[in-house]
C-alpha cells in the first residue's frame, strides 16, 4: 500500500474555503478508488466524496453536493479536495483513503488511510 499524506486544513469562517491535499508516495495512485471521509467528535467517520482514478468519476456525499468538488492529480499522484462555503457541521479530522477494486462509500471497504487533518469552521 502506498503512504497517504493529507495537508490543507486549518481554521476558517463559515462561508470560506479551504482546499485540502492528499499524496500518494509509490510509482501510481494507492488504489482503484480515492475518497475523502470526515470524523467529528463523538460521531462515527463518514464519507464525503469518491473518485475513481480511472477516468475520474465522482461522487458526493449529499450534505456537501454543490460545495465540495474532489480532483485528481495522476501525474502529481495526488487528490484533492475543494471545499468552499464551509459551515460550522463541516468541521472534522478529513481523512483521504484508497481502495482497491470497486468503489464505494463505506468507510469499513477502505484499507489505506491517512493520518488527517483538521478543519474548522468557526461561526
Known amino acids: 500500500q502506498a503512504q497517504l499524506v493529507e495537508s490543507g486544513g486549518g481554521l476558517v469562517q463559515a462561508g470560506g474555503s479551504l482546499r485540502l491535499s492528499c499524496a500518494a508516495s509509490?510509482?501510481?495512485?494507492?488504489?482503484?478508488?480515492m475518497a475523502w471521509f470526515r470524523q467529528a467528535p463523538g460521531k462515527e467517520r463518514e464519507f464525503v466524496a469518491l473518485?475513481?482514478?480511472?477516468?475520474?468519476?465522482?461522487y458526493y456525499a449529499d450534505s456537501v453536493k454543490g460545495r465540495f468538488t474532489i480532483s485528481r492529480d495522476n501525474a502529481q499522484k495526488a487528490v484533492y479536495l475543494q471545499m468552499n462555503r464551509l459551515k460550522p457541521e463541516d468541521t472534522a479530522v478529513y481523512y483521504c483513503?484508497?481502495?482497491?477494486?470497486?468503489?464505494?462509500?463505506?468507510?469499513?471497504?477502505?484499507?489505506?488511510w491517512g493520518q488527517g487533518t483538521q478543519v474548522t469552521v468557526s461561526s
Open positions: 483513503a484508497s481502495k482497491m477494486g470497486f468503489y464505494s462509500s463505506n468507510r469499513n471497504s477502505y484499507k489505506n
Open positions: 509509490g510509482r501510481t495512485f494507492s488504489g482503484d478508488t
Open positions: 473518485i475513481i482514478i480511472s477516468g475520474g468519476t465522482t
